[in-house]
T-cell receptor, first 113, second 114 residues
Framework: TQLLEQSPQFLSIQEGENLTVYCNSS?????LQWYRQEPGEGPVLLVT?????EVKKLKRLTFQFGDARKDSSLHITAAQTGDTGLYLC?????????????FGKGTLLTVNP | ETGVTQTPRHLVMGMTNKKSLKCEQH?????MYWYKQSAKKPLELMFV???????ENNSVPSRFSPECPNSSHLFLHLHTLQPEDSALYLC?????????????FGAGTRLSVL
């Protein structure tokens, strides 16, 4: 069974601070996706990383896929209150059926004004 | 707007009621999914339909019954639910065959079973 561990589980910071959240596994994934889920809404895709060592930037958000494709990190620079939400990582299987995603439990981020 | 619409957004039902959740996708995708999201747990995959055929039933109790009449619509029929079934039920769609398997989610139905 593939598992994704996300840390920290909860994070509360002030506006303007930087933060990093992590997504770790002992399994290899063919790709990894990051979603943000706001209260009362479904998860919305932020980015997909595919290649080991890949770094993608989305404005103030920087995503990195580990060299071995087992882990990933999300770094937010100068956090804003609009960044508040549940950040989920999800790994796509490297073999077998290509419709399954393995989700982590998420990191609940609160950015205070 | 993700292109996946779920109704109703909120539902309160008793344990003896029968209700249905509806999902519609406007993205031209060929795969649709039902997930259950409970507090402090990862998203749990319940059912997967690909090209209108069910390809995954993740040991879900029979009180949950999915239906996929066409590639754009997905239903989850509920009957004789238990209080522990209270959760956010999310529908998603994707274009199967793409290795990245990017899934697009609806806003969910918040279900409370009394």
């Amino acid at each position: 069974t593939q598992l994704l561990e996300q840390s920290p589980q909860f994070l509360s910071i002030q506006e303007g601070e930087n933060l990093t959240v992590y997504c770790n596994s002992s399994s290899v994934f063919s790709s990894l996706q990051w979603y943000r889920q706001e209260p009362g809404e479904g998860p919305v895709l932020l980015v997909t990383v595919v290649t080991g060592g890949e770094v993608k930037k989305l404005k103030r958000l920087t995503f990195q896929f580990g060299d071995a494709r087992k882990d990933s990190s999300l770094h937010i620079t100068a956090a804003q209150t609009g960044d508040t939400g549940l950040y989920l990582c999800a790994g796509a299987n490297s073999g077998g059926s290509n419709y399954k995603l393995t989700f982590g439990k998420g990191t609940l981020l609160t950015v205070n004004p | 707007e993700t292109g996946v619409t779920q109704t109703p957004r909120h539902l309160v039902m008793g344990m003896t009621n029968k209700k249905s959740l509806k999902c519609e996708q406007h993205l031209g995708h060929n795969a649709m999914y039902w997930y259950k999201q409970s507090a402090k747990k990862p998203l749990e995959l319940m059912f997967v339909y690909s090209l209108e055929e069910r390809v995954e039933n993740n040991s879900v109790p029979s009180r949950f019954s999915p239906e996929c009449p066409n590639s754009s619509h997905l239903f989850l029929h509920l009957h004789t639910l238990q209080p522990e079934d209270s959760a956010l039920y999310l529908c998603a769609s994707s274009q199967e065959g793409l290795a990245k398997n990017i899934q697009y989610f609806g806003a969910g139905t918040r279900l409370s079973v009394l």
